[in-house]
């Protein structure tokens, strides 16, 4: 994850929330869990950029019980 603008708040399975704001990056391994994803802000928008890598036709998400 790249912030472009405003900030939000990311954290793993294991790991503590990190609150990231624009140029900061949040990078999730293939065997992390991903626990939070938000904004920040309740008032301010935040964008962000994306990146996936996987194996192609693996799924993109898989979910968690």
């Known amino acids: 994850i790249y912030v472009l603008e405003g ?3 990311m954290q793993v ?3 503590k929330e990190v609150t990231l704001a624009p140029g900061q990056t949040f990078y999730e391994g293939p065997t992390d869990v991903h626990v939070v994803g938000r904004n920040a802000s309740k ?3 935040a964008k962000f950029l994306v990146l ?5 036709g693996a799924p993109a ?3 968690t019980k």
């Open 61 to 63: 998400l898989i979910p």
């Open 13 to 15: 399975k294991g790991g």
């Open 7 to 9: 900030s939000i708040v």
């Open 52 to 56: 996936l890598v996987k194996d192609k």
């Open 43 to 45: 008032t301010q928008s």
